[in-house]
């Protein structure tokens, strides 16, 4: 996954990922950190083979024994995927003769903490990966290997590590194309939108406007000595990460979480009391909860996945609000459509999810260039099925979790130039993904000695990548 010649073909190397599934049990301290790097190494293994991290961990842990080192699993995973193109970069150059594909991932996996140093002490990382790979039988011969790769790479480590980022790929950990087509779509802003990605997304709530004001929300975080601060009209972020069921008023239906560039598609589809309408491609119901939320409207949740738009009931149930949810193509209106128009369409299409990367980090290595000319062309299929549904002064609010101008701007002024009674409104357009920067007087001092009153100053602008495009028809 750099741009490296690979050293294996891609059936070999897919081969020995499903044999990896097949090695002997393990000998380790479910607590430990070589158990840990072996079910993280195990996950990317599965990545490498064409999963999601989502469902490679899951089938990790599927076995129950994995449960108590499910945090430092999935910790390692995601930490292996961001840096996934300098390990690989690393290992081209410290290892000769490539090792079987399960003593590969462990070494990325091992890598990546040593690269990250914060995360662990080095020779607990060195012991632990030399454990890992003693534990199973059928690779036990590589422990020497092992040792001696991260005892190097520690020596010779700053060397290392600025010779294998002369490479792009290894620089920014994307492949070469992603960071290519960044490039063009971005060209003064490429290496800040790469780097956005690479780090670590926030925790950032939803506040049930039928509950509370963000204010009111804050103060009960304050009274539970939880550290937040505003993110959005309706959004709030965590200091620190915790888990959904600490969080104060997660279970009852107080808050949610959603990204703060996510909440706009809410806030700019502008529903009113008693309007119709559609929220297609709708799962997991983030956006289905928060138009609800907003206002008391007739909302269809439309989703082509059964599995999925269970999703959609769950969350709705916790939020103790309602929608009819469908299963169909919002491609093919004839299978679900009643022919009542909708006053407002929310069209969240599928996507590269090139602009939520940081969240999902196994997602540059899963796409590939050919799929994005694919995307445009569904998006449009669904675009133009979903326009005759828009009632006479409705309006549509076209939106992609990308930052890749095929799936934004460039598809927007196509949609306007095809649809001569769509009219395009005011949106955001592009969103670049942004990291946590506060406002220059944010949280200052005021002159009476007080901190400043000025609430938007407060406001800590920290959203993923999205494109808003809204068309109201004549």
């Known amino acids: 996954m750099t741009d490296q010649p690979s050293r294996r073909p891609a059936a070999a190397q897919h081969s020995s990922a499903r044999a990896s599934s097949r090695l002997s049990a393990l000998h380790l301290a479910p607590d430990s950190l070589a158990f840990a790097l072996d079910g993280a190494a195990q ?23 994995h449960a108590a080192a499910r945090g430092a699993i999935q910790d390692i995973a995601y930490r292996a995927m961001r840096r996934l193109a300098l390990t690989d970069a690393l290992m081209h150059v410290l290892v000769r003769k490539a090792p079987p594909t399960h003593v ?21 990382v060195v012991d632990q990966a030399v454990g890992a790979i003693s534990a199973r039988r059928e690779v036990s011969f590589a422990k020497g290997l092992v040792n001696a790769v991260l005892r190097t ?71 539970a000595q939880i550290d937040a601060q505003i993110a959005g009209e309706h959004a709030v972020r965590l200091k620190t990460p915790m888990p959904v069921e600490r969080i104060p008023g997660f279970i009852d239906g107080v808050v949610s979480v959603q990204d703060a560039g996510a909440q706009r598609a809410a806030q700019l ?15 997991p119901g ?64 599928p996507c590269s999810a090139s602009g939520i990367v940081r969240r999902h980090p196994d997602i540059r290595w899963l796409r590939r260039e ?34 890749f101008p095929e799936e934004g701007e460039q598809q927007a002024r196509w949609f306007g130039t095809l649809h001569e009674d769509a009219v395009r409104l005011d949106a ?29 100053a407060d406001i800590i602008a920290d959203h993923d990548g999205f494109f808003y495009a809204r068309f109201q028809k004549r």
């Not at 996950?43 to 024994?65: D, E, I």
């Not at 928060?290 to 206002?295: N, Q, R, S």
């Open 43 to 65: 996950a990317v293994g599965a990545v490498r083979g064409g999963s999601a991290l989502p469902a490679a961990l899951q089938n990790v842990m599927a076995s129950g024994k």
């Open 104 to 124: 590969s991932n462990v070494l990325s996996c091992a890598l990546t903490l040593l690269v990250d140093e914060e995360a662990y002490a080095p020779f607990t």
């Open 153 to 223: 790479f520690l020596r010779e480590r700053d060397a290392l590590i600025e010779e294998a980022r002369k490479s792009d790929v290894a620089r920014f950990n994307y492949p070469q194309w992603w960071i290519d087509a960044v490039k063009r779509g971005q060209p003064d802003a490429w290496q800040d939108i790469l780097e956005a990605g690479n780090e670590h997304g926030p925790l950032t709530l939803r506040v049930n406007a039928r509950h509370a004001t963000v204010d009111e929300y804050l103060k009960r975080l304050t009274e």
């Open 269 to 283: 589809l502008d529903v009113k009391n008693g309007m119709r309408v559609l929220d297609a491609c709708a799962a």
């Open 286 to 349: 983030g956006k289905t909860g928060h138009i609800l939320e907003l206002a008391d409207a007739d909302v269809i949740a439309l989703e082509s996945d059964a599995k999925r738009a269970v999703r959609i009931e769950e969350n709705l149930a916790r939020l103790k609000l309602n929608a009819e949810i469908k299963v169909g193509d919002a491609g093919d209106p004839s299978t679900w459509f009643d022919g009542k128009p909708f006053d407002r369409i929310l069209a969240d299409v």
């Open 370 to 403: 050919t799929d994005i000319a694919a995307l445009v062309e569904e998006q449009r299929r669904i675009l133009n099925a979903l326009w005759p549904l828009v009632a006479k002064g409705g309006e549509l609010l076209y939106v992609t979790c990308s930052i």
């Open 428 to 456: 955001p357009g592009q969103l670049l993904p942004t990291a946590a920067r506060p406002s220059a007087d944010a949280g200052q001092d005021s002159p009476d000695g007080t901190k400043s009153s000025n609430r938007n």
